[in-house]
Nanobody, 122 residues
Framework: QVQLVESGGGLVQAGGSLRLSCAAS????????MGWFRQAPGKEREFVAG????????YSADVVKGRFTISWDNAKNTLFLQMNSLKPEDTAVYYC???????????????WGQGTQVTVSS
């Protein structure tokens, strides 16, 4: 079992920055690759960024590439998403999730956090 708890969401103006955190716990947490997803009202959940369990490889969706950076602190078992140059269209609930092999497909992720709201005002 893996438990995931996100934090760091909030309200920010367009062009601003936020850093999301996801605290991971559980006996097998080091076995999983991690991802960030988001879901805006009326839209499907979409992949944002992912990182392999070793931290050696990352992958970001085109819509956030160059603005968002995913990272993993092994010592603290904490996943981060640094979000810069935020746009109103980034407004969504952001979720962290764990998977056995890095993928963009949400159905491949076994464990999910409760989500944290990010709102970007224009």
């Amino acid at each position: 079992q893996v438990q995931l708890v996100e934090s760091g969401g909030g309200l920010v103006q367009a062009g601003g920055s936020l850093r999301l955190s996801c605290a991971a716990s559980g006996r097998t947490v080091s076995s999983y690759s991690m991802g960030w997803f988001r879901q805006a009202p009326g839209k499907e959940r979409e992949f944002v960024a992912g990182i392999t369990r070793s931290g050696a490889s990352t992958y970001s969706a085109d819509v956030v590439k160059g603005r968002f950076t995913i990272s993993w602190d092994n010592a603290k078992n904490t996943l981060f998403l640094q979000m810069n140059s935020l746009k109103p269209e980034d407004t969504a609930v952001y979720y962290c999730a764990a998977t056995t092999a890095l993928t963009t497909q949400s159905y491949e992720y076994s464990y999910w956090g409760q989500g944290t709201q990010v709102t970007v005002s224009s």
